[in-house]
DNA sequence: ATAGGGTTAAGT
DNA sequence: ACTTAACCCTAT
């Protein structure tokens, strides 16, 4: 058996080393986790995905993003303040996302793109921000570098002064610093550490031998997902790694002893949870989580494991950084990467990247409406966190249709050549909705109805009053936080529907 | 990306 | 049963 804590230190464990990101993503759908996430596991991917950025050397908005819901996680865990290579990392890479678009400036953009970012990340965002409860993260720095912004968007002579500037590299460099502190705070993996304490054999057998090799690790990796995790089982181990399966098992059971004399230890700063909590399993946020890590670390289009061993071998995407602390020498060998894109990692893009079938067992197939055709997803965060703010890990907010056929179940590949088909009527202009395993066998999930809070409401009036109809997608970027659950199709929605009252 | 028509479901 | 906010689909 492979519980759901034992699963949280493989993953954590995972994430701490040099696989693949496809294998890391895999596991991550693969493994029956624990819901909600432990903190740990939660702060162990937000850096895991500050890493791939770093290796990258792809810093946007999504960076950004990644830091503040950092904050948010150790703020949570009762830490006072954020640290300050966390909060200089932030002033960094603020500036380094304005200030590319400077750089980038073309021949049809005569710098729109850049007054648009001053705006949308310092006239908003960090406004936003100076007045919410992370308002840690506004340094000194980041106040200056909020002046700098405006007085550029005015004065030609500090844009000129910002192009000459090498913000990126100053970036990356704020970026690792504070990654390297962070881990350094976090410790080992927890698995490192409980193994550690049961046998130094045992954790050589698990590829973290002193000749650093990854293979057979990635081997064991590969074995445990070829085996399938099922139900909680893990069954795919061969026989000459069961033992250590069940090695796993006593781990889960010596954890108290373990932990208890943990004084050897690291401290655990930063994200206070020292041990991963075993909470039952429930799928939703579960499944947010992996959305964002999916969505955030993988190349746009991953359709199948085979897809992806084949990738593996032929079109090495990703160079994965050394994560642990490994330093940072490697910087000159990260080449940039022609497949990322700077779009928020929480949101999906479209239908195709939803019709992942690895996850369909898990989706909450509600039936309480009586309504047999629909699957509908219980995502409300609030309802898990109470008065709380919305979870970090909220599940993509902003996937509308998910749908799929029993053949494509069984054959994944072979019925997902044209999924574009299965949205159109073939006569009509819109299909029967309610009933969808009928006619085509194709499932809607329909996102569960939100109401709009004050907060958003009122957001979206001063918005609108400051950038004008029409320009949703830019304030749904103004705001990405309070705007998380909407699309900007929402956005125009409500403002229809608060025209109509008045 | 956005506008506008259509559908769903919560609330009365 | 009716209203309407929230959500979905699609032409442009």
Redesign the pocket.
Known sequence: MLGPRIASWILEFVLRRPVEDWLANELLFALPLPSPLPPRLKKTLLLRRLSSDLSLRSLSDRTLLSLELIEELDRSAGADAPSDSLAAAYAAVAVECTTRLLRRRSEDDRGGNFFDAVNRIWSCRVADLERSEAAGLVSATLREARKEMEEAVVNPIVRVDLMGRDTKMAALDAVRVYLEEAEKEMGPPYLERVAEAISEDWRRSLGTGSDGSVGELDVMLRNLLAGRVEDGRCDGLPDGDRAKSSGLLELEKLEGSVLGRSKDAPEQGGCSTDKFECLPAAATEVMKMKYVFRSSVLPAKIDNMKENQNQMYLNPVFSVNDGAGKGPENDHDAMSQPNLTDQDPSYLKH?EENRERTFLSSIDRGTK?G?PG?C?YTRDSMDHAGAQKPSLMDWNP????F?WDEDSILSPSENSANPSNK???PSS???????PLEDNKTF?????????SSL??ETLRKAVERHG????????SCHPEIFK??????????????M??V
């Open positions: 239908g409406d309504n629909t509908s902003t996937a509308r249709k749908e949205l159109q009527s202009k819109r299909r029967k909705l309610s009933l809607i999930i329909r996102r569960r109805k939100r109401k709009w958003e409401e109809v029409g320009n949703w997608k830019f304030i749904k659950n909407r699309t900007e199709v929402d956005l125009k929605d409500k403002w229809r529907n608060m109509r009252c």
